[in-house]
C-alpha cells in the first residue's frame, strides 16, 4: 500500500513474445513510478480478438516478473480498478462511445477497405490501416464527415460501422512530454480523423487507452516514442470526454544495428530466448543500456 498519488501503469499486448525493446520501456514505467513510491498497474491490452492469444498473456506476466518488475495491480493480482483486461471493459469503451456520438464528435464512416486502401497509398502515409494499433493510420480525407449516415447516429450499438472521430483541422496539439521535452502535432497535417471503433466491433486503441487511463486514475503515461502521435490524438480524445489527461513520458526505442526500431519479430531479442541462452535480469537490463536507442517521431 502506498499514499502517493503516483500512478504509472504498463500495458503490454499479448500479440507476440515481449522483446528488449518492450522490457526497457516497461522497466521505465517500474523505475519512475518506484522513485514516487506509487503505485503500478498491469493492464492487458488483450482489445483485438484477432491478434491477441492467451498464451502470450501468461508469457509477458512470467517474463516481467523474471526481469524484475512489480505491479500492484493487474489482471492476475486484482485492485479496486479491475478487470485489468481490456476484453472486459467494453461497457466502459461503449459509453465513452455514446457520449461521443452524442456531441457529434464522431462520425460513421462507411468507406470500404478498398477506399481505405487508395488512400493507404497516397505518399508517406503508413500501411496500417484499421488493423495496427492506430498509431500507425492513414491519413484519412474526410470523405464521411459530412454524409451523415443517420441510420448509424440512431443506433445504440456502435458495430457494423468504422466510428472516425473529428479532429479540428489546422489545430496545433502542443504537450510537454517528461523525456523528450515540448511536442507539436497539427490534426489533419499530422493525422487526420482516426478511427475509434472498428467496424468489426472491435474499440480502438485510441478510445480504450483514453478511457482506461482515466477510468484507473493514472497519473503518467510511461510508453515508446512511436507513441508520440497517437497522445496527440489522445489529448484531443480526452478533451472531447471532458477528462483531464495524464502527464507523458515517451522513451527512446531501442534500435538494431541499422537504426531500425525492434520489432516482435526479432526473436532472438525475445525476453524468452535471453533467458533460455542463460542470460539473467541484470545481464538483460545490462544489454540495453548498451543497445542503442533513438527517439524519431513516427
Ligand atoms: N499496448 C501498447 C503496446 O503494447 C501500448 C500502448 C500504450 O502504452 O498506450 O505497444
Same mark, same amino acid.
Given at each position: 500500500m502506498?499514499?502517493?498519488p503516483?500512478?504509472?501503469?504498463?500495458?503490454?499486448?499479448?500479440t507476440?513474445?515481449l522483446?528488449?525493446?518492450?522490457?526497457?520501456?516497461?522497466w521505465?514505467?517500474?523505475?519512475r513510478a518506484?522513485?514516487?513510491?506509487?503505485?503500478?498497474?498491469?493492464r492487458?491490452?488483450d482489445?483485438?480478438?484477432?491478434?491477441?492469444?492467451?498464451?502470450?498473456?501468461t508469457a509477458?506476466?512470467?517474463?516481467l516478473?523474471?526481469l524484475g518488475?512489480?505491479?500492484?495491480?493487474?489482471?492476475?493480482?486484482?485492485?479496486p480498478?479491475?478487470?485489468?483486461a481490456?476484453?472486459?471493459?467494453?461497457?466502459?469503451?461503449?459509453s465513452?462511445w455514446?457520449?461521443?456520438r452524442?456531441t457529434g464528435?464522431i462520425y460513421?464512416?462507411?468507406?470500404?477497405r478498398?477506399?481505405l486502401a487508395q488512400?493507404a497509398q497516397?505518399p508517406?502515409?503508413?500501411?496500417?490501416g484499421?488493423?495496427?494499433d492506430g498509431?500507425d493510420?492513414?491519413?484519412?480525407?474526410?470523405?464521411?464527415?459530412e454524409?451523415?449516415?443517420e441510420?448509424a447516429l440512431?443506433?445504440?450499438?456502435?458495430?457494423?460501422?468504422n466510428w472516425?472521430?473529428r479532429v479540428?483541422d489546422? @489545430?496545433?496539439?502542443?504537450? #510537454? %512530454?517528461g523525456?523528450?521535452s515540448?511536442?507539436r502535432f497539427? $490534426? =489533419?497535417v499530422?493525422f487526420?480523423?482516426?478511427?475509434?471503433?472498428r467496424?468489426?466491433?472491435?474499440?480502438?486503441?485510441?478510445?480504450?487507452?483514453?478511457?482506461?487511463?482515466?477510468?484507473m486514475?493514472?497519473?503518467?503515461?510511461?510508453?515508446?516514442?512511436?507513441?508520440?502521435?497517437s497522445?496527440?490524438?489522445?489529448?484531443?480524445?480526452?478533451?472531447a470526454?471532458g477528462?483531464?489527461?495524464?502527464?507523458?513520458?515517451h522513451c527512446?526505442l531501442?534500435?538494431?544495428?541499422?537504426?531500425? @526500431?525492434l520489432a516482435k519479430? #526479432? %526473436?532472438?531479442?525475445?525476453l524468452?530466448?535471453?533467458?533460455? $541462452? =542463460?542470460?539473467?535480469?541484470?545481464d538483460v537490463?545490462?544489454?540495453w543500456?548498451t543497445e542503442?536507442?533513438a527517439c524519431?517521431?513516427?
Amino acid at each position: 500500500m502506498t499514499n502517493s498519488p503516483y500512478r504509472g501503469r504498463i500495458a503490454p499486448s499479448p500479440t507476440g513474445l515481449l522483446h528488449l525493446g518492450h522490457a526497457r520501456t516497461f522497466w521505465n514505467a517500474f523505475e519512475r513510478a518506484r522513485q514516487s513510491s506509487g503505485t503500478l498497474v498491469l493492464r492487458n491490452e488483450d482489445l483485438d480478438p484477432e491478434r491477441s492469444r492467451a498464451e502470450f498473456a501468461t508469457a509477458f506476466l512470467e517474463d516481467l516478473r523474471w526481469l524484475g518488475i512489480e505491479w500492484q495491480e493487474g489482471p492476475d493480482v486484482g485492485g479496486p480498478f479491475a478487470p485489468y483486461a481490456q476484453s472486459e471493459r467494453r461497457d466502459f469503451y461503449l459509453s465513452a462511445w455514446r457520449r461521443l456520438r452524442d456531441t457529434g464528435a464522431i462520425y460513421a464512416c462507411i468507406c470500404s477497405r478498398k477506399d481505405l486502401a487508395q488512400i493507404a497509398q497516397a505518399p508517406h502515409e503508413g500501411v496500417g490501416g484499421l488493423q495496427g494499433d492506430g498509431n500507425d493510420e492513414p491519413l484519412y480525407p474526410g470523405t464521411c464527415r459530412e454524409r451523415g449516415v443517420e441510420h448509424a447516429l440512431a443506433a445504440n450499438d456502435p458495430r457494423g460501422f468504422n466510428w472516425r472521430f473529428r479532429v479540428p483541422d489546422g @489545430r496545433v496539439i502542443s504537450f #510537454h %512530454d517528461g523525456k523528450q521535452s515540448e511536442q507539436r502535432f497539427t $490534426a =489533419g497535417v499530422d493525422f487526420g480523423d482516426f478511427v475509434l471503433w472498428r467496424r468489426d466491433d472491435v474499440p480502438a486503441y485510441q478510445l480504450a487507452a483514453v478511457v482506461d487511463d482515466d477510468a484507473m486514475r493514472i497519473t503518467e503515461v510511461v510508453r515508446g516514442c512511436d507513441l508520440l502521435r497517437s497522445t496527440a490524438r489522445q489529448l484531443l480524445l480526452a478533451e472531447a470526454l471532458g477528462i483531464a489527461p495524464p502527464a507523458y513520458y515517451h522513451c527512446d526505442l531501442v534500435t538494431d544495428a541499422r537504426g531500425e @526500431r525492434l520489432a516482435k519479430r #526479432h %526473436d532472438a531479442l525475445s525476453l524468452r530466448s535471453l533467458r533460455a $541462452a =542463460g542470460h539473467s535480469p541484470a545481464d538483460v537490463r545490462k544489454m540495453w543500456e548498451t543497445e542503442s536507442s533513438a527517439c524519431r517521431k513516427p
